[in-house]
Structure formats: structure tokens, C-alpha cells
């Protein structure tokens, strides 16, 4: 073994300033030597001391912490002898040992505060201090100690320079706070126990004084180390005169006393060492001997063996060594003797530390192993020193490490063998700390300490390990050195890591040193154990180069493999190719070699040929492991560095890179099963086992089972399939439930039939490594439960180990937690901040399993917290049912507007409409707000259904919506089918649906309810009889043959109409100037127009002729041309005319009203006086825009030989908009007010008739009809109908308009509304007169109806004048439906032309 160096890996730490002039003051005297020392326990302390002033800093920072300036009794200052760390009821302190002139002072120095706590008077001067109970008053803390010391609040040993050892009580019970060095207690000494000690110690407390026990008589010689070893609870005193005693703790009474081999040393320092599992319960105690204090050059080690009868473990975990045997020297070590090679003469050796390093193996948990008293597993004492020589200024400072397990696989030897140095002794390792030294240089170094954390030993490179790899040589560590100006920190490296850092800076160098290489690598451990007997000479270079390439994969020196790998991937030589495919050839066979392995090892834990996994298997394990992992990271390095390779070349390599992997990891996993217990598997069912183990009768059985319940559940609406543990299965693909078919008694479902079968899904590369992970976790909980004594730890364990996040494992635990029916816990998991968010499919497979399983509200409360997204029409439709199955219709009917689109809206509306009916919340979903679409399916789906109840629901969603007349048609043919059912209950219902519906029939007009009972009866359609019949007739005109020669096209009818313009104008001036004479100084009122939006026009109710806008106005398109052309040329006409032309807003469309203008001169002999008996009409305030009063206008109505145009109220002509909108009742009511007329009033008529004949008709079919009521003897006039111009209707080709698109029947239009007939002679007088009677816009008088009806009725027997209104029906028969009534209609027609 070579020498090893120490690296410095901080430099010089200095302290602050403040500390350096505060020990710097008193530099001068004899009493003034600068020591210090690094406190022991964990609170990372160091002190140092010069005179009466302490200082106090970090032990890794050199941070200041703490000072103090003792002061003395007569202004004399104190000297600090002695420092011990101390620390009590969680408060860090130290134990201060002070020389005065006359005595001495035992200080309790509080860091917290910064000052004496407690201080009491010792006689003689103290020399050492060693802390024996930190615990105050009996407890358990303290039961092996003496019945008398438990009654002590705080024992601390004290020894002085004439061998007096005391044990005083330090009153920890009574810290006042106030106490200092100068105003110290008395100590009351008993020279043997006393029989009360509570009382003596209650009456010293009083008197302000500590009682103290003499443990041992002043000797003569001084103590000069004190050292209390708890694991054989004794005192261990030594002596300036080489001896050595032991005391009992437990008995006050001493062991062993004896002087060292080394004479008459002082003993400077004694540290404790037990090794591992010795059977005859040894333990050993090193004690230094060494003269530095008085300037000799001796130093020496000496190791005794101390025999017990017994070792036990007590309940505080401690383990305790009783009834010693033999105490027997058994090992010496001089450092003077030339056991370290030096450049010159020592002259002068000093001890700097010793200390001794235990590491101890964890047990598994078991009740065996935790009542075991176990031993450590490593055991080194670490020794220091500086060595002066002759000729040289600097000394040289050593640290060797003895391992006292090797000490015994060495056979125990009393000392070095001859010519033997510490760097080739088998259990000693030595470093050379030169290189500190030459950084803190001049200072020297006080104390140095090793981190007891850092002390690690390299990887074997195999199992079992070479035999050096144990060399204490292997072992690694820091440490850090104590100046008087500060800290330096360094670390000590093995040799094992020296030989790997020489393989990293070789790098790719090492082909041209390949021997070399090789035999330091076997010299420091890290080839295989087969090569140890192997001389290197029989080995070719490349097997050579091999071995030193496992051994750099084995340590995990990787920077050595990578440097190599990308310095030949960059060179462009041959060579560098050639190397490239040996390493890339030797690590895939490397892996399959490796893979081999870890079969054979891996097979007996799932045969059930063994019961439980002893060490070496693990470590054959965890050998493979990292072989893998540092070879996948290898084939990383080739994949990235890779530059020509082929396609093929660079698939094959990623596809060795993923096999590599998935080993890997698998192999940890098994690792993990093998540490836990879980394997092997007992494949034996009848040998019981105390472990948690794999259940899989107990699991299929329950699984098995909730499948069966979800199914008798799910009633055919949802997925029996909706565990979550199946759907996590389902996301691994085919390939897992394939692997799990596998095995005997498999089903490809989850649970597997055994743990061989789970953890070979980490072998599938197929399966994202959380989805693995997430399927042993959700087994790991079932385990865990299914076991006696539940425990997490295994899944925190199992987390902790392959770097879970803790948002999956609770994300899991909430699926466990739902599928076992703890629903409230379970979401409260799903809920959690912490918790990873679940994906899409998670989403609806948790909602799913709730609704099945009847948890509705705990769906409805899942959505609301964690809004699942839908991304489709199924997601939605879900979300919908969710809602609804918890009565949430509104935010139903929300969701569904938010999420639906022109293709799925029809399928929305459906799937919502069947949930309502199906829970009953029809009624609730007929409160909401419908747009058009909404309202035609709801009506198609309430339609198709054949419940009673959907019709009956359609029948109440159709009076909301004030659609009276549909609802009177449903409403007749629920009566229908009524008289074939003979159900009372439905009879019941049938009498309570009748009475609103009598209530809405009797506000609507009498021929809607007679159109409405008639559709809704049956129709008998009669078997066909095929018959001949004629030619059918147009009713609308007289059918004369045409002039075959004189046919006229569109364009001269059109003419035609255009050159009859200026005629009608003439007319309607006449008219106007009529109109002025009729009713003068009568005033046209304003019309207050309002336009209603197209969504609110409902439909025209049969028998009202209310047109519709837009896309629901149907005429032929011929007509529309033709009337917009009137209208424009009428509307230049009126321009140019100089008259005012008005634009009116009706409920229907916009009309132009042209105000009439006054007649010129030439009309004045043409124009009608008023008849003094007339009654002017009265006008209306508004106009009426009711549902009723709506009716439907469509044509412009021109009279050949009475007037051009229809006139309007004051004699002007109304347009196409100005025919009246309102109502047929309106109609009615305002012919009921006007005045009756009288004879002379027809004769005035009749008179204008001459001069308006020859103005021509504009025919716009279709035309509604019309029909006038008079209340004169409760008589109804019969609707005639028009007849038409012979000329102009012999060049008009008439045929039926497309109007059978309209909703409503539109044969009704065409039916007569019969009435009572006029006398003959009034009926002719009527037909005369029909060219001059005015149509009147839809409005009432201001006067009450009720007064016009009376005022009619006082006039006695004057009847109001027949008034017509003109049909045309492109339908069917005549209004009036007679032949007679069409020949008398048309003669008198030809009479008037």
C-alpha cells in the first residue's frame, strides 16, 4: 500500500478580529499558552482558551458564537485548565474548570447567555473535568448509576493535581441566573455515602451549598485525564505516573487500577473501541501515554482488553457491559520507534487527537432484532500527531486510522511485525497531512477531528469482496484542523479512490499505460476476486483492459468511461474507431452477462424454494443494479456522441440503450420487495407467515366480488366495469393483460396471481414507468390492508426509493380509498392541493363509479370542485345526467347552451329531454326560456312519445307559450283517444286538462275552436274510386279564349299598368275631395306604430289573416315584382305631384301613407256633398297591435271603374302596407260604430261611379278574406266576391300561388263563413256601390263600443248600409260555395262594366 496524502479542500477559516485580540491580550506570562479543542457532540463547537478568557466558535465556519472574561477574588485573574462540553434540559453549555491562587472554581457556562450560571469552590487545583449525568432526579436516564448519585440534579467528575477525584452535584434543579465565578458555593464533601442524601441535599440547597461525594482519596500523583465510557459504566482516571484505574458507577468502587506498559508516562488521553460481535464480550480501551506536557518526545498507544460476564441492552436502547473480568493489555504502539519513514532524527512528537468513529448496521423493524444487542458494524479510532525532526522547520503532522475488525481477521497481534511500517500493516491506514501544513503554516495545528458522517468505504467491485477491499487503506473521509486563527478543512481519500482519480485523469491515455493501470488497480482492491491468484503476465492487453473497465463500472468512475468515448468520437483516426466498437461491444455483453445473473439470483424468490432473503442474495442484487444503471449510462454516452451511424446502426443501439433500462429498473424493484419482506413469495398456503405477504385468494375474491355488485348496480346504464383499478389496468395496453394471463389461475385482470406477474410489467417497454409504479402502489395499499398490523411505511418507503412524487401516491390512495367505498375520505384525497390532478379519462372513470354506485351528490360536488374538461359530446351528455340525477336543471340547461354546436345540439337536446322525463323534471325544464330550435325538438320529442303524460306536458308547454289554437288541436285529440281508453285515472286527468283549456278557448274567435276541433278529428279517408270527371273551372276568373294572335307577354301588361297611373291620381284627388265634403274639418289622428322583432311573431292563428316576415311570407314571385313596380312609379308619381309623402311603422311592415292634398277646380263638379244625415267616423287614438287583432294583408286591390287604389281614412289611397293589420274583430267593431248610411249617400256613391269605371284592377293573389259582422237584428251579411275586369283578366294567365307551405291548413282559407242574407234589391245596390266603399284602417272610435251599440240600436229600423268584402281564393270552391250566388256575382259585375 502506498502513501496516502490529504487534499485541503477550504483553505484557512479564519476567526473573526474580535476573537483573535481577545485571546491576543494576554499573550504574555508563563500561564498564557493558547489551547483549544473541538467539543465532541453534535452541536459543531470549538473553544479555545488562553488565561482567564474563552472564546467560543463554529467548528465548520470559524463563526464567533460566545466569550467570556472570568474574573477573580482580588482583582487576581483566573486561569481556564479545563473545558467540557455540557448540555441539559435543551440548553448547550460547557463546564469550565478555573485556577485561582487559592483554589479552584467548576463553572457551568451557559452559550445561550454568555455567561456563569453556576459556580462552586473546589479544593486544589483541577487538573480535568468529565461530565457524568446530564438528567436531573431519578429517572430512567439513570438507573445505572449509583442509588445516591440519581438523588443529584447534574453529576460532574472532577479531579485535581493530588489525585483527589470528586463527584459534585450541580444543582441543575436551581439555576437562579444570578450566580457567577466570584460569588461561588461551598461544597460540603462526604467522604463515604450518606444514608439520607435527599435531606443532606434539601439542607445544602438551603444553606447555598452542593454536596459532592469523594470518589477517590488525594494520592499524591495527579490525575491527568478523566473519561467516562457509558457502554461499561466506569470512570476511567488516569494518572501523571502511567497508572491507570476503573471505577463503577453503578458501586462506587473501583475495578482496576494498573500501570502502563510505557512506566511512568502521564496518561494524556484514553478513548473507547468495541468490535464487532465478539462472544466472549470484550471491549477495548485505548490509553495514549505521552510527555508533551513537561516537553518529552515520548508518545504511545496502548490497548486494553477488558473482559465482561454480560452484555445487555437496557429499555433506554443502551447497551451495557457488566461484571468485568479481566482488564489486560494487548496491543502497544510507538510512535518513536520508526514505524513512519522520516527525512531526519525525531526530536520532538506530540499527540493531537484521538477519537473513535462507530457506524452500526440498521435492523429490519423485527421484534428480534429490535430486543438484539447489537454490536457496530465498523469500529475505527483515528489518531493524530505532529512530529518535530532534526533540520527541519516544519514538522510533519500524520493521521492513521486502526480498524480493530481487521485488527482481528489479523489474528490479534500484540504490535508490528519487523521492518513493518503502518502503510503496509493490514489494520492500520496512514495519511500524511503535510498539505494542510503547508497552508497553515507557522501556526501550528491544535486539534483535528474526522466527521463521523463522512467515513465511507468504496463499492466492492464484487461479492464477495477482494480481501483488500477491506484494508483500512478503502476508507474515505473529511476532517477539519484547529488553529489559533481559524479552521481548515481537508479530506482524506483511500486508496481505491486515489486509483480512480488516476483513471479519470488518464482518460483515453490509459491504452498507452494499460499494465500499469491494471496492477494498481489490484493492489487497491477493485478487480475481481478471481483475478487475485491470476499474474498479470498470463492476460492478454485487451483482457487486461476489460478488468479495468468493469472495475471502473463496478465504482462507478463513468467520467473515466465517457472521457474516452466522446475523445475518440471526436478524433478522426482509425485507432478511435476501433476503440469505439471494443467498449460498445464489451458493455452490451457486459449487460447480458449481467442480466444472467440476475436471473439466477432473482429465480429462488419466486419458486417458493426459499422462505427469506439472506444478505449475500442482496448484495448480489444491489450488485446488479448498479452495474446496470452505470452501464445504461454508458450507452447514453454512446448515443449521444454517436455521428456516423446508420439508421439501422442508430436503432439498434437505442433499442440495447432501453433494454438496459427496463432491467435496471426492474432489478430495483425486486431489491425494494426484498428488503420489505414481501419476497420470496410463500407459495406454501399452509405454512403461516409473520410478514405481510401476497394474499391473492383474499384479493381475487373481493375484487370479484365488487365487479358482481358495480354489475347488479350499473342496471344497463352505466359501465359494470368502472373500478378504477380496472381502468388503470386498461391503460396499460394489451401486452399487461396478456403478461397476466400468464401465469396459473391468471385472468388478465387486476390482482395479478402473483408478485412474479406485477413486477413483470417493469419490463414492458410498452408502459410508462408512473403507470408501473402506480399499479404496485395501489397493490402495496391492498397488501398492507389486508395484513394484521397495517403500516404505511412500506409506501413511504417505496416513494422515497424511486422518487415518486407525493402528488401521485395520494392520487392513488383516492382511487384505493373510492373503489373500497370511502367515498368521503377518498375525495377528500382528490381534493387535496398536494394531490396530482387526474387526467381526462380518471375524470369520468371516478364519476362514473359514484353514479353507479348511487353517490350522486358526490358527483354533482366532484364537478363542482374539479371541472373536468369535455372535449366531446359523450363527456357532456355525462355532465348532463350528473346535474339532472341532482335536480340542478338550470345548470343543466347552462352547460348544454355552453358546450353544444350545430351538429351535436339535436343530440343534447334529446339525451336532456329523456333525463328530464325520466327524473321528472319536465315541469322544472318548462319553465326555462326556449329559443325556436329548443322549442321544435322539445315538441318532436314530446310528440313521438306515446305517453299520455309527454302530450299532456306538450299541451302545457304550448299554453305557456300562448300558442292556444295547438294546444286546443293536441288538447281534442287526447279526447279522441280518450274514447278508446276506458282507465278512470285517465278520465281524471282528461276532466282536470279540459278546464284551463275552456278557460283559453273561450277568448279565442269561434272559427279558430271550430278549426281547431276539426283538425283534431279523425280523418276517415275513403277507399279511392277512380272517376271521370271535366276539366275544372278557375273560380277566380271567367275562363274566355284567348286571341291566339293578340297574346300579351309579362312586359305589356306591366306597360299597361304603368300608362293607367296618372289616371288613378286623378281618381284619388276626386276621392280625397269626396272624403273632405263627407266629414269636414275632420282630422286624421297619428298613428303610433310599433314594430315587433321576428322571433316574437308567433304563427298566424287559422282564421286570422295575419301575415308573417321574412322567410315566412309566401307569394309568388311574379307578383312581388309586379307590386314593387306599382309602388315605385306611384311613389315618383306622388313626388312629382308635389305631395308630402309619410312612412308609418305598423306591427307588420312599414307603410307609406300619402296625406291627401286639395282638390284642384276642375274636380269640383265631380265631388259629392256630405249628406246632412251622415255621422262623420270617428277616429282612433292608436292602433292596435294585439294577437288577435293581427291580420294578414297581402295584395293591393284596384277597382276598374270605381277608384284607383283603396283609400284610407281622410281619402287617401292605401298602398299595399296600409291595408289594415288588425284584427277581424277590430274589423268588426269599428263597421259596428260608424253611422248608418242612407239612400242619398248611396246615390252620391253611386254617381262617382261613371267617372272612375275605367280604372283598371292590380290582382297580387293569394288575397285572405275578410268578414264583417253587423249587430242591426243580430243579422250576418253573406262575403261575396269580387268579379274581375274581362279585358284585363283575359290577358292574365291565373294560377294557384305556392302557398302550401304555410303551416296553418290552408284549405280553411278558402271556406265560406256563411251569414244570413241581405234582400235582393239591398244586395244589388251593394254590388254597385262596392268600387266607392272605403277600406278603413283597423282602428275603433274613441267612443265605448257598448254607446255605438246602443246609439245603433235607438235608431229604430234604419239598418246599416250592406257593406261587401271582396274574397279571392286560389284554392278551392267560392267563399260562398253556391252556383247562384257566382252567376248573380258576375251578372252584376257585367252590369256595372
Given at each position: 500500500m502506498q502513501d496516502l496524502q490529504a487534499e485541503v479542500t477550504s483553505g484557512l477559516l479564519q476567526f473573526p478580529d474580535v476573537t483573535l485580540q481577545a485571546l491576543g491580550e494576554d499573550g504574555k506570562g508563563p500561564d498564557s499558552v493558547l489551547?483549544?479543542?473541538?467539543?465532541?457532540?453534535?452541536?459543531?463547537?470549538?473553544?479555545?482558551?488562553r488565561g482567564p478568557q474563552l472564546e467560543v466558535v463554529n467548528s465548520v465556519t470559524g463563526e464567533h458564537l460566545s466569550e467570556y472574561r472570568f474574573s477573580g477574588v482580588d482583582?487576581?485573574?483566573?486561569?481556564?485548565?479545563?473545558?467540557?462540553?455540557?448540555?441539559?434540559?435543551?440548553?448547550?453549555?460547557?463546564?469550565?474548570?478555573?485556577?485561582?491562587?487559592?483554589g479552584s472554581v467548576l463553572c457551568l457556562y451557559d452559550l445561550g447567555v454568555s455567561r456563569v450560571v453556576k459556580a462552586v469552590v473546589l479544593p486544589g487545583r483541577v487538573t480535568a473535568i468529565e461530565a457524568i449525568s446530564y438528567h436531573t432526579g431519578p429517572c430512567v436516564s439513570t438507573q445505572h448509576l449509583h442509588q445516591s448519585l440519581r438523588w443529584l440534579f447534574g453529576v460532574a467528575a472532577v479531579a485535581t493535581d493530588d489525585g483527589h477525584v470528586l463527584l459534585v452535584d450541580l444543582c441543575l434543579d436551581g439555576l437562579s441566573g444570578s450566580q457567577s465565578e466570584v460569588e461561588a458555593s461551598d461544597l460540603e464533601v462526604f467522604f463515604s455515602i450518606p444514608a439520607e442524601v435527599p435531606e443532606r441535599r434539601a439542607t445544602g440547597t438551603r444553606e447555598g451549598r452542593h454536596l459532592s461525594f469523594q470518589l477517590q482519596a488525594p494520592s499524591g500523583p495527579a490525575v491527568s485525564t478523566l473519561c467516562y465510557i457509558r457502554r461499561t459504566n466506569q470512570l476511567v482516571v488516569g494518572f501523571s505516573d502511567g497508572y491507570l484505574s476503573l471505577w463503577n458507577m453503578k458501586t462506587l468502587k473501583r475495578e482496576h487500577h494498573a500501570q502502563l506498559v510505557g512506566g511512568r508516562i502521564p496518561v494524556y488521553a484514553v478513548t473507547?473501541?468495541?468490535?464487532?460481535?465478539?462472544?466472549?464480550?470484550?471491549?477495548?480501551?485505548?490509553?495514549?501515554?505521552?510527555?508533551?506536557?513537561s516537553g518529552g518526545d515520548i508518545v504511545s498507544f496502548h490497548l486494553l482488553q477488558l473482559a465482561f460476564g454480560d452484555r445487555k441492552r437496557l429499555a433506554s436502547g443502551q447497551v451495557l457491559y457488566e461484571g468485568l473480568e479481566s482488564c489486560n493489555e494487548c496491543y502497544s504502539l510507538d510512535l518513536t520507534g520508526g514505524?513512519?519513514?522520516?527525512?531526519?532524527?525525531?526530536?520532538?512528537?506530540?499527540?493531537?487527537?484521538?477519537?473513535?468513529?462507530?457506524?452500526?448496521?440498521?435492523?429490519?423493524?423485527?421484534?428480534?432484532?429490535?430486543n438484539e444487542v447489537i454490536s457496530p458494524e465498523t469500529s475505527v479510532s483515528v489518531f493524530s500527531w505532529q512530529v518535530n525532526t532534526y533540520g527541519q522547520g516544519t514538522p510533519s503532522t500524520f493521521l492513521c486510522v486502526f480498524?480493530?475488525?481487521?485488527?482481528?481477521?489479523?489474528?490479534?497481534?500484540?504490535?508490528?511485525?519487523?521492518?513493518?511500517?503502518?502503510?503496509?500493516?493490514?489494520?492500520?491506514?496512514?495519511w500524511s497531512l503535510d498539505a494542510v501544513t503547508s497552508v497553515t503554516s507557522p501556526t501550528l495545528i491544535l486539534d483535528v477531528v474526522v466527521q463521523e458522517r463522512s467515513l465511507s468505504r468504496g463499492v466492492p467491485p464484487s461479492h464477495p469482496p477482494p480481501e483488500e477491499f477491506f484494508h483500512p487503506g478503502t476508507y474515505s473521509f473529511d476532517g477539519t484542523c484547529l488553529l489559533s486563527s481559524g479552521v481548515v478543512h481537508m479530506t482524506c481519500t483511500g486508496f481505491q479512490k486515489e486509483t480512480l482519480k488516476l483513471l479519470k485523469k488518464s482518460g483515453p491515455s490509459i491504452i498507452k499505460a494499460i499494465p500499469e493501470t491494471y496492477n494498481r488497480c489490484l493492489v487497491a482492491g477493485l478487480l475481481s476476486p478471481r483475478l487475485s491468484d491470476v499474474p498479470p503476465s498470463s492476460l492478454s492487453q485487451e483482457e487486461q483492459f476489460e478488468a479495468i473497465l468493469s472495475a471502473a463500472v463496478r465504482t462507478g468512475c463513468l467520467a473515466f468511461l465517457t472521457g474516452c468515448i466522446k475523445h475518440w468520437a471526436s478524433e478522426e483516426q482509425p485507432s478511435s474507431a476501433a476503440n469505439l466498437r471494443f467498449v460498445l461491444a464489451w458493455t452490451w455483453n457486459k449487460v447480458i452477462c449481467t442480466k444472467d445473473e440476475l436471473d439466477q439470483t432473482c429465480a429462488p424468490l419466486f419458486d417458493g424454494s426459499c422462505n427469506f432473503v439472506d444478505p449475500q442474495t442482496l448484495r448480489s442484487l444491489q450488485q446488479c443494479q448498479l452495474l446496470l444503471t452505470n452501464l445504461g449510462r454508458v450507452l447514453d454516452c454512446f448515443l449521444t456522441e454517436a455521428r456516423e451511424l446508420t439508421e439501422q446502426g442508430f436503432a439498434n443501439l437505442r433499442k440495447k440503450q432501453v433494454v438496459t433500462s427496463l432491467v435496471s429498473l426492474y432489478v430495483q424493484v425486486v431489491t425494494w420487495f426484498c428488503r420489505s419482506s414481501l419476497l420470496p413469495e410463500g407459495l406454501d398456503d399452509d405454512v403461516p407467515l409473520a410478514r405481510p405477504f401476497y394474499n391473492y385468494p383474499l384479493l381475487q375474491s373481493y375484487y370479484t366480488g365488487r365487479r358482481q355488485q358495480l354489475g347488479r348496480l350499473s342496471r344497463g346504464k352505466w359501465d359494470s366495469h368502472c373500478l378504477m383499478i380496472d381502468g388503470m389496468v386498461s391503460q396499460l395496453g394489451e401486452q399487461a393483460e396478456k403478461l397476466w394471463q400468464r401465469d396459473e389461475g391468471g385472468t388478465g385482470k387486476y390482482p395479478p396471481a402473483s408478485l412474479h406477474a406485477l413486477l413483470d410489467l417493469y419490463l414492458l417497454d410498452s408502459i410508462e414507468e408512473s403507470d408501473k409504479h402506480a399499479i404496485t402502489i395501489y397493490l402495496l395499499l391492498d397488501i398492507m390492508h389486508s395484513s394484521p398490523n397495517r403500516t404505511d411505511a412500506s409506501i413511504d418507503s417505496f416513494r422515497t426509493a424511486f422518487a415518486i412524487p407525493w402528488g401521485l401516491v395520494k392520487l392513488i390512495q383516492g382511487f384505493w380509498l373510492l373503489d373500497h367505498k370511502d367515498y368521503e375520505n377518498s375525495l377528500a384525497l382528490l381534493f387535496h392541493s398536494a394531490t396530482m390532478r387526474p387526467v381526462s379519462w380518471q375524470h369520468w372513470r371516478v364519476l362514473e363509479c359514484l353514479m353507479c354506485q348511487g353517490e350522486h351528490r358526490q358527483a354533482l360536488r366532484y364537478i363542482q370542485m374539479m371541472k373536468p374538461p369535455m372535449s366531446s359530446s359523450s363527456e357532456v351528455r355525462f355532465s348532463l345526467r350528473v346535474l339532472l340525477s341532482n335536480r340542478c336543471v338550470v345548470e343543466a340547461w347552462d352547460l348544454l347552451h355552453r358546450h353544444s354546436t350545430e351538429l351535436n345540439m339535436e343530440e343534447l337536446l334529446k339525451h336532456l329531454y329523456e333525463i328530464c322525463q325520466e327524473v321528472g323534471l319536465m315541469e322544472d325544464l318548462l319553465k326555462l326560456p326556449f329559443t325556436v330550435t329548443e322549442q321544435e325538438h322539445l315538441e318532436k320529442f314530446l310528440q313521438t312519445d306515446a305517453d299520455v303524460q309527454s302530450h299532456e306536458l306538450l299541451l302545457a308547454h304550448r299554453l305557456q307559450r300562448a300558442s292556444y289554437n295547438p294546444a286546443l288541436q293536441l288538447n281534442q285529440s287526447l279526447q279522441v283517444r280518450l274514447m278508446n281508453d276506458r282507465d278512470p285515472r285517465l278520465r281524471e286527468r282528461a276532466v282536470a286538462r279540459n278546464s284551463p283549456l275552456d278557460r283559453c278557448g273561450k277568448i279565442l274567435p269561434r272559427v279558430q275552436r271550430n278549426l281547431a276541433g276539426e283538425r283534431a278529428k279523425p280523418c276517415h279517408v275513403p277507399s279511392p274510386v277512380i272517376r271521370e270527371v271535366s276539366r275544372p273551372t278557375p273560380l277566380l276568373t271567367v275562363t274566355n279564349k284567348a286571341n291566339a294572335a293578340n297574346v300579351h307577354t309579362r312586359a305589356t301588361f306591366i306597360s299597361k299598368v304603368l300608362s293607367k297611373i296618372e289616371e288613378v291620381c286623378i281618381g284619388k284627388k276626386q276621392k280625397a275631395h269626396v272624403s273632405q265634403r263627407d266629414s269636414p274639418g275632420a282630422t286624421e289622428p297619428a298613428v303610433r306604430a310599433h314594430r315587433l322583432p321576428d322571433a316574437e311573431l308567433p304563427d298566424a292563428v287559422v282564421g286570422t289573416p295575419v301575415a308573417k316576415l321574412g322567410g315566412r311570407w309566401h307569394t309568388r314571385e311574379g307578383t312581388q315584382n309586379l307590386l314593387a313596380d306599382t309602388e315605385s312609379l306611384s311613389t315618383r308619381e306622388d313626388t312629382q305631384s308635389g305631395e308630402k309623402v309619410e312612412l308609418l311603422d305598423t306591427p307588420r311592415r312599414r307603410a307609406r301613407r300619402i296625406p291627401h292634398a286639395r282638390p284642384h277646380k276642375r274636380d269640383t263638379g265631380e265631388q259629392t256633398p256630405a249628406q246632412p244625415n251622415e255621422e262623420p267616423t270617428t277616429p282612433r287614438a292608436a292602433v292596435r297591435t294585439g294577437r288577435r287583432g293581427r291580420k294578414r294583408r297581402s295584395i293591393l286591390e284596384e277597382s276598374a271603374g270605381e277608384e284607383a287604389f283603396s283609400q284610407g281614412p281622410g281619402g287617401s289611397p292605401l298602398l299595399l302596407e296600409d291595408i289594415n293589420p288588425a284584427g277581424r274583430e277590430e274589423t268588426s267593431r269599428t263597421l259596428r260604430e260608424r253611422t248608418p248610411r242612407t239612400r242619398s249617400r248611396k246615390a252620391a256613391v253611386h254617381q262617382n261611379l261613371s267617372a272612375e269605371e275605367n280604372e283598371s284592377f292590380l290582382f297580387s293573389p293569394p288575397l285572405t278574406k275578410q268578414t264583417k259582422k253587423f249587430e242591426a237584428g243580430k243579422a250576418d251579411h253573406p262575403v261575396q266576391l269580387t268579379d274581375l275586369d274581362p279585358d284585363l283578366s283575359s290577358q292574365i294567365v291565373f294560377s294557384l300561388p305556392l302557398l302550401r307551405s304555410r303551416r296553418k291548413n290552408l284549405s280553411s282559407i278558402s271556406q265560406t263563413l256563411k251569414e244570413p242574407e241581405l234582400p235582393a234589391k239591398e244586395e244589388e245596390e251593394d254590388t254597385k256601390s262596392v268600387g266607392k266603399q272605403k277600406l278603413e284602417r283597423g282602428r275603433t272610435a274613441k267612443s265605448n263600443p257598448k254607446k255605438a251599440s246602443k246609439t245603433t240600436r235607438k235608431e229604430g229600423p234604419r239598418s246599416p248600409p250592406p257593406v261587401e268584402i271582396k274574397f279571392i281564393s286560389p284554392f278551392a270552391s267560392p267563399v260562398d260555395g253556391t252556383k247562384s250566388k257566382q252567376k248573380e256575382t258576375a251578372g252584376a259585375a257585367e252590369r256595372t262594366l
Open positions: 489551547c483549544g479543542k473541538f467539543c465532541g457532540g453534535r452541536n459543531k463547537l470549538a473553544w479555545l482558551a482583582q487576581e485573574l483566573p486561569t481556564v485548565r479545563a473545558v467540557k462540553e455540557f448540555s441539559w434540559q435543551k440548553r448547550t453549555g460547557l463546564l469550565v474548570g478555573l485556577e485561582e491562587a487559592e473507547f473501541q468495541e468490535p464487532e460481535n465478539d462472544p466472549r464480550n470484550c471491549c477495548y480501551l485505548w490509553a495514549v501515554q505521552s510527555a508533551q506536557e514505524i513512519v519513514p522520516l527525512r531526519g532524527q525525531i526530536r520532538n512528537t506530540k499527540l493531537l487527537s484521538c477519537q473513535t468513529i462507530e457506524k452500526f448496521c440498521h435492523h429490519d423493524g423485527s421484534e428480534e432484532s429490535v480498524d480493530i475488525n481487521r485488527w482481528y481477521h489479523a489474528q490479534m497481534p500484540d504490535s508490528l511485525r519487523a521492518e513493518e511500517f503502518l502503510h503496509d500493516c493490514p489494520y492500520f491506514a496512514l
